[in-house]
C-alpha cells in the first residue's frame, strides 16, 4: 500500500495570503489562523491553484478548534 501523496506547492502562498490579510486588517493573530486554515484548505485539494471565498474562510475559522484532526 502507497502512501498518500500531497501536492504542497502551494502551501507557503496560501499562508502567506493568511498573514497579509491579517496585517492588512491590523490583526496579526488574526493573520496567522487565516494562514494557517488557507494552509491546510491547500493541502485538501490538488494543484497549484487554492480559491477559497471569505466567507468559507470565515465559516472555517469559527469552526475551528484549533487542534489538528486526525
Given at each position: 500500500?502507497?502512501?498518500?501523496?500531497?501536492?504542497?506547492?502551494?502551501?507557503?502562498?496560501a499562508m502567506a495570503?493568511?498573514?497579509?490579510?491579517?496585517?492588512?486588517?491590523?490583526?496579526?493573530?488574526?493573520?496567522?489562523?487565516?494562514?494557517?486554515?488557507?494552509?491546510?484548505?491547500?493541502?485538501?485539494?490538488?494543484?497549484?491553484?487554492?480559491?477559497?471565498?471569505?466567507?468559507?474562510?470565515?465559516?472555517?475559522?469559527?469552526?475551528?478548534?484549533?487542534?489538528?484532526?486526525?
Open positions: 500500500m502507497t502512501e498518500p501523496r500531497f501536492d504542497v506547492t502551494t502551501i507557503g502562498d495570503a493568511g498573514i497579509i490579510l491579517g496585517w492588512l486588517a491590523g490583526d496579526f493573530a488574526l493573520g496567522l489562523r487565516s494562514g494557517a486554515a488557507l494552509a491546510a484548505l491547500a493541502l485538501r485539494r490538488h494543484g497549484d491553484v487554492v480559491t477559497c471565498r471569505p466567507v468559507e474562510l470565515t465559516q472555517l475559522l469559527a469552526t475551528s478548534t484549533g487542534h489538528p484532526l486526525r
